[in-house]
């Protein structure tokens, strides 16, 4: 909700929030279907299935740890009220959410989850798309979703390696993105 209390404009919030460098989130996600990818490579079966779980479910709170290193403020404790902020936030709770879909479809069909997860969770790059008026965010979900979907008919017997590699790929094409578009505003700003 838009905090009318704030003492900067929608327009100043959106300027905080656009300025961020927005690493930390895709580094943590990286790691983790790293995880996940060697999981599935060295233990397939159910030891796989709940690292899926485990790993995706702990993506946020890996990235808290990290934002101490990359200097990000996820919790908005040094710029309270941002209204984008809240709006991202809303949209890691909506990834959260879509375990409502995977987890049915992963009692049906075991091999299901990679995928499910992995293109269901990365729906949230769509609006950080709009919010950060930046296309990587499209790119990324779009990419992502294709490359799951052709890992999960071309290499079935491969879901859980396959699939965490294209999203790790498309992770790290996220973050050189990124980084760069921080490093530009950084030095469009001196």
């Known amino acids: 909700m838009y905090n009318p209390q704030s003492p900067l404009s929608l327009d100043e919030q959106w300027r905080h929030y656009a300025a961020s460098r927005f690493i930390t989130m895709p580094l943590a996600g990286t790691i983790m279907w790293v ?6 490579l060295l233990r397939p079966g159910y030891v796989a299935e709940m690292a899926v779980f485990v790993c995706t479910g702990s993506i946020f709170y890996l ?8 200097g990000e403020d996820l919790l908005g404790k040094t710029k309270p009220g941002n209204f984008f902020d809240r709006i991202f936030l809303s949209s890691i709770l909506m990834a959260f959410a879509v375990y409502s879909i995977a987890i049915p479809f992963y009692l049906v069909e075991k091999s ?3 995928m499910t997860v992995g293109i269901l969770t990365g729906l949230m790059w769509i609006p950080f798309s709009i919010l950060a008026r ?3 965010g499209l790119f990324h979900a779009g990419v992502r979703t294709a490359g799951i979907l052709v890992a999960w008919y071309s290499l079935p017997e491969y879901r859980f390696v396959a699939i965490p ?3 790790v790929a498309t ?4 973050i050189v993105v990124l980084e760069k578009r921080y490093r ?3 030095a ?3």
């Open 112 to 114: 299901s989850l990679p």
């Open 35 to 40: 995880i996940i990818g060697i999981v599935g």
């Open 171 to 174: 992770y790290l094409v996220t």
């Open 188 to 190: 469009a700003s001196l």
């Open 63 to 70: 990235a808290l740890g990290l934002a101490k290193f990359t």
């Open 134 to 136: 930046h296309w990587v």
């Open 184 to 186: 530009a505003l950084q």
């Open 165 to 167: 590699a294209v999203v």
